[in-house]
Structures are given as C-alpha cells and as structure tokens.
C-alpha cells in the first residue's frame, strides 16, 4: 500500500497491488490534497477529509489482521508500531508525523457498516483502517467502497459508495450518468419508500416527512444557534448543515430528510449578494431593477459557487442509506425574483409588479436567467445524491392566474423540462403556498408530484389534478398544536383522502415555530402506523 508523503500538495499515485491474491486494486480518486484508494482490504486516505462525530451507538471492538481488542487508551505511537507489524502493511509504509490529536476509540457499528471515530485522523472498521492527515481546510467526506473478497473468502462487509470527491480518471458527466443508471436499475424493494411512492409505485405506506422538518421548533437546534448564530453559517458549512439535517431524522425517523439549507443560497454564485438577518429574514445588497442590473447576474457554477451543498447532500446519502431518501430543494424563478427586485420579503410585491406591467422584458430577461441556473441546480444536487428535489414558487399565489401563465409557469416548465432531459428518474415536487386557484396552471408544467396548500382539500384536488399526478400534504400546520387526540383524527383524515394514488404525506406548510417537539413525534408515529389505525 503506498503512503504519500503528508504535505500540502500530492502527487497522483497509481495504486499498487501488494496483496495479489486479493485481485487488483480499485482506483476511487484523487482531487485537492485528497488521496483515496483501496486493494480489496487494505485502504487508505491521506487528505483533507471533513467527519461528522459518531451517532451513539453500542461499543464494539476494533480489528485490523493482529490489532484485536482496543479499549480507546492506546495512545497513536502504540498503534503506529502495531501497524507496522501488520501483515498487509509495509513498515517502511508507516510514518510517525501525523497530527494525531485524538484517541482511537471502540468503534460504534450500525450493522457491519463502520463510522468515524473522532474529529477526522482516524477510521477503523473490521476489515480495513484509514489514517487521515487532517489539514485546516475540509474537502469532503470518505467513500468508502465495496470490497472484493479473495480466493476462499467470504464477503463480510458491504458499503454503500458516496463521496465529494471526483475521481481523476472519470469525467463528471460520465460518473453522474453512471450514478443515474445505477439508481434507475437499483431493485425497487431497496430503494427508499419516500422515492418508490413518488415513482408511483405500490407501497406499503403512505410516507411522510415535514416541510421544515429541520429548524427552530427543536431544542437541539435551538442550543447550536446559540454557538453558530447566523443561518448562513449554519446552512453553508457542511458539518453544521447535515447535523442540522438529521436532528430529525435522529428524533423522528422521517422518510424524506431534507437538506438544511435555503431557497436563495444560490444567488452569490449568480452575482447578486445577500444575506438572512434575525428578525428580518432576507436581505438583497442591491435589487435588481434595470436591464443592466440583469445583465450582471451570471450563471451558476455550484461546484465553485455552493460546493457545501452538494457536499452535504453526498454525507446524507451516506448516513441515512437506503432508510430514507434524501431531499434537495430549490427556488422557483418567479419567488426567487420577488426577492431579487424586492430587495426581501414583501407584503404586497409592489416592486415586482410594476416591472412585471412597465417593463416586462426586464422581469422576462431576469426569470429566464434564473431558469437556466437553477437547471444546473438541480442537476447537480442530483448529482450529490438527491434523491428527489421540491421545487419551491412559494409566491406565485401573488399572481392572478392569467399572470401566472405569463411569468411563472413558462419557467416552471422550462426548468422541469430540461432537468428530465438528463435526469428522467428524478422525482420533483411542486409547491406553492396558498395556491388552491393555480392547481391546474401548476399541473401544466409536469410535476411528478403536487405539494397542496393546506387551502385546499385533497379529495378537491385529486378531482382537479390528473390521476397520474401524485399529491403531497396536507395537514395544516397549526393543527399540531393541538391535543394528540386531534393530530390522530387529522393524520387518519388526511391519508384516507390521499388514498388512490402516489401520496406522501406532509404539512400543507412548513412546520411552525413554537410547535411541541412532542406533537412532532406522535404525528410521525401516526402516520407510520396509520393502516393500523384505520
């Protein structure tokens, strides 16, 4: 196995075999300082790779061929010299100037799936030990790989493949359209309920997750902002965004989790600053009002812009599995706009208006920029590992119909058109709040699923939609702050009227603040045993 040589810089190495009898060796990759490769069952990371701490699990013992039972107290000098008596490693391999500032610990398991343990020096799981050279900078994450086993062998560990990192010998386009075809060609009994109901398929359930599942109603997440006090840093630092992300997964084991982060996070990748005051919500430095404001928006390149997003999708993956799918969501370019001309949230959309009947070719020039960044958006948050996207046009309500048709629904369906294009299996979801007089309009883009409004009533909906649109929703939200007899009655109600077709169910809005955790939790339990209870 081929140690590189722990400074800023690393070269690309091919992967030796020194354990020929274990078959070749599998290349995953090299990019930014980072080196990942793997010889069946030896394997090693050298490089800047970013860790989350271990969830807590039942202690386990760690193994590596002659390194048997670690208590947590071994100190890494002690280590380092088992290691190099280790049959598949190479002393002369071994080298002593890690900065190795935490312990090795017991190894928590989920299964034989292995974990982190620490602050990002040290991987251990039963078969395989990954030392990681820590540098200030966090990259990405480890993927780690199926392994091979050798002759007379058995295959005691399988490991699902995620990673940020790109590997140097295949180009992006043809990794992402390998990840497509593995996801399409994946048994559907695997996949995640969330996305098998979405692909219209027969389930067992109906599933059901929560707009703004992850925020302020939690405690939990109420402690980290008291540390990190500004959404932006909690949504575009990796770390804290799948934290945040699975506080309710942890809790209440939804079938969709859903990326914390925000519809306008794209936007200075585009050009057009901005930032989410407490108190006050979103912020624009300079609306755009004119025809040359327009012409400075540029187009997004997220791996450069919002790399933190695809990264954090990629970890989610990786922890949830196949457990739930993992959600990606963007901004419509209508409501994105809103915010844009408006300079924030509005009441009244006075702003936008006066564009949208002055000078319409502005709006048109500016929505249609917008469009062809949030194709790309989407496409690389599939890409990272969402397994299905929500597409936000949160104010598209504020038109009347007829306006709706000029400035909103040409987008929507340009959006969806073009991300189907190359990504055909990818469920979207459309939603937009207090929408009951666009469902139909809303329906014209091709959605796979509707989100509804708690405005309307599902049995109204399926009525008006096509019977080959899905639903999703749509409890009102408030209904939640009531006694746990009435959240049974509203989820029992709500999963009878969505019964007949591709249902998810979910909050006709996002989860408010100030709602009991507690309720939180019995609204997930009944939805999960619903059939029970009808």
């Known amino acids: 196995m081929l140690f590189g040589p722990l400074t800023g810089t690393f070269a690309t190495y091919a992967c030796p075999s020194p354990i020929a009898s274990l078959g070749p060796p599998r290349w995953l990759g090299v990019e930014r300082c980072s080196i990942v490769c793997t010889c069946n069952r030896v394997c090693m990371v050298v490089g800047a790779i970013s860790c989350m701490p271990p969830p807590r699990l039942p202690r386990d013992m760690v193994h590596l061929r002659g390194i048997d039972g670690r208590d947590g107290s071994d100190s890494p000098d002690s280590i380092l010299e088992d290691l190099s008596s280790a049959p598949l490693i190479a002393p002369a391999r071994i080298r002593r100037d890690f900065p190795l500032a935490c312990r090795v610990s017991p190894v928590p398991r989920?299964?034989?799936l292995p974990y982190w343990i620490g602050r990002g020096r040290w991987y251990v799981s039963k078969d395989v030990l990954v030392l990681v050279h820590a540098f200030p900078r966090r990259i990405g994450r480890l993927r780690s790989t199926r392994l091979?086993?050798?002759?007379?062998?058995?295959?005691?560990e399988k490991r699902v493949e995620r990673s940020t990192m790109r590997s140097v010998e295949t180009p992006r386009p043809a990794r992402a359209a390998s990840l497509r075809a593995n996801a399409a060609n994946a048994p559907a009994a695997t996949a995640p309920l969330l996305?098998?109901?979405a692909r219209g398929e027969a389930v067992e359930r109906p599933p059901v997750w929560m707009m703004r599942q992850a925020g302020r109603y939690?405690?939990?997440y109420q402690e980290l902002c008291k540390k990190h006090t500004t959404f932006r840093e909690r949504s575009e630092n990796v770390d804290l965004a799948v934290e945040i992300s699975l506080q309710p997964w942890h809790a209440f084991r939804p079938d969709g989790v859903i990326l914390f982060s925000d519809i306008l996070t794209p936007l200075t990748g585009m050009n057009i600053p901005f930032d989410i005051v407490a108190g006050k919500g979103p912020v624009i430095e300079n609306p755009i009002r004119t025809m040359e404001d327009v012409k400075k928006v540029r187009t997004l390149v997220p791996e450069e812009a919002v790399p933190y997003t695809g990264a954090a999708l990629t970890t989610l993956r990786a922890e949830v599995g196949d457990q739930a799918a993992v959600l990606g969501f963007v901004g419509a370019p209508f409501t994105l706009a809103s915010y844009i001309v408006e300079g924030g949230s509005s009441k009244n959309y006075t702003k936008i208006k006066k564009m949208a009947f002055t000078e319409p070719e502005v709006l048109h020039a500016l929505l249609d920029k917008l469009a062809e960044s949030i194709i790309i958006y989407t496409r690389y948050q599939a890409d990272a590992g969402a397994q299905a996207v929500q597409l936000f046009d949160s104010w598209a309500s504020f038109l009347t119909p007829d306006d709706f048709e000029v400035f909103s629904l040409p987008y929507l369906k340009k959006i969806i058109e073009e991300v189907k294009k190359t990504h055909p299996d990818l469920p979207i979801i459309l939603y937009a709040s207090g929408s009951g007089g666009l469902l139909e309009r809303m329906a014209l883009a091709k959605p796979d699923i509707m989100s509804i409004d708690a405005s309307v009533d599902l049995l109204d909906a399926k009525k008006r939609l096509p019977e080959t649109l899905g639903l999703q929703g749509?409890?009102?939200?408030?209904?939640?702050?009531g006694s746990k007899e009435h959240i049974e009655k509203e989820v029992i109600k709500m999963a009878k009227k969505g019964a007949g077709r591709a249902h998810i169910m979910n909050l006709g809005h996002g989860v408010l603040v100030g709602t009991p955790e507690e309720n939180v939790?019995?609204?997930?339990e009944v939805a999960k045993t619903v059939n029970e209870r009808i």
Request: aromatic letters at 10%; proline letters at 10%; a positive charge.
């Open 110 to 112: 989920r299964g034989n």
């Open 148 to 156: 091979v086993p050798g002759p007379g062998e058995k295959q005691t």
């Open 195 to 197: 996305l098998r109901a």
């Open 218 to 220: 939690m405690k939990v």
């Open 474 to 481: 749509n409890m009102d939200p408030a209904a939640l702050f």
């Open 521 to 524: 939790a019995h609204y997930f």
